[in-house]
């Protein structure tokens, strides 16, 4: 059972326009949620968080927004650059220990 | 500073042979977990260290599965008699907990045949 989904597997945006990456979960457990981009055969590189207080946070061209209610989750990026392609992830947490669970990854394509 | 590494970056080995997989966090982060991501899978949590606490091995597939971290820092993840279905990239991450962001390094990629 998934508690961290990302429905959309892909994402194709024109340059300069912006990006909506969108997340699920369904544990009402999770305070603590963060977004990864990550490049082929390289690690998952952090790329902005939220904590559960807290329904948007913003650093530069990131905004991640938070909606408790509805259990969701959304990165925006704007403007979008072909630099921003790659595979984004977001993952929660929640537990003790801090552990991070994953949803399965957007692949987002910006075309020039 | 430097951030997480992960060596080896490659690996191939037989089925039934043993690996380790080695990282070495950040230097300071008292908190250090492992991953890995399966072909077409998302990122499993495997095992987490905090401190001189005993590991939370929760994530841990089956008994092949090991780790251990030596002085609070360097660890080496051992898997026994690998199988096939353990080619992944096996991926670590520290953090300075409670500090709930965790850093990434580059992943090892191994290869059952």
């Known amino acids: 059972d998934q508690q961290v989904k990302q429905n959309s597997p892909s994402l194709s945006v024109q340059e300069g326009r912006i990006s909506i990456l969108n997340c699920d979960y369904t544990?009402?457990?999770?305070?603590?949620f963060l977004w990864y981009k990550k490049y082929p055969a390289e690690g998952p590189t952090f790329l902005i968080s939220?904590?559960?207080?807290?329904d948007k946070n913003e650093d530069g061209r990131f905004t991640v927004f938070l909606n408790k209610s509805a259990k969701h989750l959304s990165l925006h990026i704007v403007p979008s650059q072909p630099g921003d392609s790659a595979v984004y992830f977001c993952?929660?947490?929640?537990?003790?220990?801090?552990?991070?669970?994953f949803g399965g990854g957007t692949r987002l394509m910006v075309k020039p | 500073g430097a951030g997480v590494s992960q060596s080896p970056s490659n690996k191939v080995t037989e089925k039934g042979k043993d690996v380790e997989l080695r990282c070495d966090p950040i230097?300071?982060?008292?908190?250090l977990y492992w991953y890995r991501q399966s072909l077409g899978q998302g990122l499993e949590f495997l095992i987490y260290?905090?401190?001189?606490?005993?590991?939370?091995k929760s994530g841990l597939p089956s008994d092949r599965f090991s780790a251990e971290r030596t002085g609070g820092s360097v660890s080496t993840l051992t898997i026994q008699r690998t199988q096939q279905e353990d080619s992944a990239v096996y991926l670590c991450?520290?953090?300075?907990?409670?500090?709930?962001?965790?850093?990434f390094g580059p992943g090892t990629r191994l290869l059952v045949l």
């Open positions: 230097s300071g982060h008292t908190a």
């Open positions: 939220i904590s559960s207080i807290k």
């Open positions: 991450a520290s953090t300075d907990w409670p500090q709930e962001t965790q850093y």
């Open positions: 544990n009402s457990m999770f305070d603590y």
């Open positions: 993952a929660a947490s929640g537990d003790a220990g801090n552990m991070l669970t």
């Open positions: 260290f905090q401190g001189n606490s005993a590991p939370d």
